[in-house]
């Protein structure tokens, strides 16, 4: 009768004839559903087509307005919206009566005067059913997060952020404008993870990302891109805005030493800049490459530092950066 | 004829509610009756098959087996488009109806009393 969190389950019944809502209301409401009621087909319909509709309905089949097979057939076309269990309960009680009912996408049907025993168990196949809807729901968003997601830190993962990259790219196409990518490599990471510890790297990655995502808008997006390197997409966005961006996630990430287990760990980070303007656009892959650029100059200045590319280095050839070989730049 | 054990049964034994059911019934068929007779009168069978079966539904509710069987012919006599057939239909079930309503008065005046009794004891 609840859901898996113990809430009621809330139920529409739709009857035009007084007797029968009410016998219908009292029931259902002693049964622990929470009830909303429509007294002809239209506004069942409406219910139904809530956002938030309940997810069982029990209606008459000869209403006023809407018949109620129409109702279904009509809540049966709607697509991409949580299943809504239909028991059609109907004086009609002839056999064909009964076949056009499931034929129109009720799932039960029921004559009346019905048996308030058999109605209570014929609901409870209904949320039986919806729960069932409920858990796979459930276990395909989770099979989505994943597959975009980097598990470790849980932004995107490196298919998924360069994806945005490519249609933020293709925005530009069509609208014009420009938009910039920050390329942000932590220093030494590699003294951490062999002095501490690979747990205590973990979490050192899982806390930079907290701060670099803290640290920009709500529709730029911080992808996960290597090891020890986030990829960031800066929508709208020109090179003093970016670069700007930039040095708002090294002074996150530089703030405060990293709390692990393993004791505090200092982090700092290197950053390189690069845009795309209406001007001088840029494909991803050239793009990312600037920014790489960009990134091994803020490492050889010193690092903990941003950079920005400008167009005319894309002219100098892709230089190794000092740590491992730039396999970077290919999508 | 009423069938009143049933009706109760179906109610779970909620003589409270079987009162109000019948109150509720006595306020709205005779709205549905009359909705039939101008259906018949205006041949409109769409109209008259829906309220022959809302009567249909309401009366089962108490039990009203006859006015139930009744309403069911007029449907058929709908779906046939039978006019002459309704109008003898629509004498029939006005009859049941009468019926029917003089029952409950007096059954329910039983199953009140029954329940005044039942609150009453200790």
Same mark, same amino acid.
């Given at each position: 009768m609840h859901g898996p969190e113990s809430q009621k389950r809330r139920a529409l019944i739709a009857e035009d004839d007084r007797v029968s809502r009410r016998v219908l209301e009292v029931f259902l409401a002693k049964w622990g559903y929470d009830v909303e009621v429509a007294e002809n087909g239209l506004d069942a319909l409406k219910w139904l087509e809530? #956002? $938030? @509709? *309940?997810? &069982?309905a029990v209606l008459d089949?000869?209403? *006023?307005?809407? #018949?109620g097979v129409q109702v279904c057939r009509k809540i049966r076309a709607q697509q991409d919206r949580p299943y809504i269990y239909i028991l059609l309960l109907t004086a009609r009680s002839q056999k064909d009566d009964l076949l056009a009912g499931l034929d129109s996408g009720a799932d039960d049907y029921l004559t009346k005067p019905f048996d308030s025993h058999e109605l209570r168990a014929r609901l409870h196949v209904g949320e039986r059913i919806l729960n069932l809807q409920d858990q796979l729901i459930a276990a395909r968003d989770e099979l989505r997060f994943r597959a975009t997601? $980097? +598990?470790?830190? #849980?932004? @995107?993962n490196r298919g998924a952020i360069l994806d945005t990259l490519r249609r933020e790219r293709a925005r530009q196409v069509r609208e014009g404008g420009s938009f910039g990518i920050v390329l942000a490599d932590l220093d030494h990471f590699k003294d951490v993870n062999d002095t501490k510890g690979h747990l205590c790297g973990d979490s050192v990655l899982r806390e930079a990302a907290e701060r670099i995502s803290s640290s920009v808008r709500a529709y730029d997006t911080v992808g996960r891109y290597g090891g020890e390197e986030f990829l960031i997409v800066v929508p709208s966005s020109d090179g003093q805005g970016t670069l700007g961006l930039a040095e708002r996630i090294r002074s996150a990430i530089e703030a405060i030493p990293v709390p692990t287990k393993f004791g505090d760990v200092k982090i700092t980070a290197s950053l390189g800049v690069a845009v795309s303007t209406e001007d001088h656009a840029l494909e991803p892959q050239a793009l990312l490459q600037l920014a790489d650029q960009a990134l091994y100059r803020a490492k050889r200045r010193g690092r903990n530092r941003s950079e920005l590319g400008q167009p +005319? $280095? &894309? @002219?100098k050839p892709a230089i190794a950066r000092l740590e491992k070989p730039s396999t970077k730049c290919r999508i | 004829m009423l069938n009143l054990a049933k009706a109760l049964d179906r109610v779970e034994g909620d003589r409270e509610l079987l009162c109000q059911l019948a109150n509720l019934f006595e306020e709205e068929s005779p709205k549905l009756l009359e909705g039939m007779r101008l259906a018949i009168r205006n041949r409109d069978p769409m109209l008259l098959a829906r309220l022959a079966h809302t009567l249909k539904g309401s009366a089962a509710n108490l039990g009203g087996e006859a006015v139930a069987a009744a309403s069911d012919d007029m449907s058929a006599c709908a779906s046939r488009k039978d006019w002459p057939g309704a109008k003898e239909q629509y004498a029939i079930l006005e009859a049941e109806m009468i019926s029917l309503s003089a029952e409950l008065d007096s059954q329910l005046r039983k199953v009140r009393t029954e329940a005044q009794q039942a609150d009453a004891r200790p």
């Open positions: 809530k #956002e $938030d @509709a *309940p997810r &069982l089949w000869m209403m *006023p307005g809407m #018949e997601h $980097d +598990s470790l830190t #849980e932004v @995107a +005319s $280095d &894309l @002219a | -």
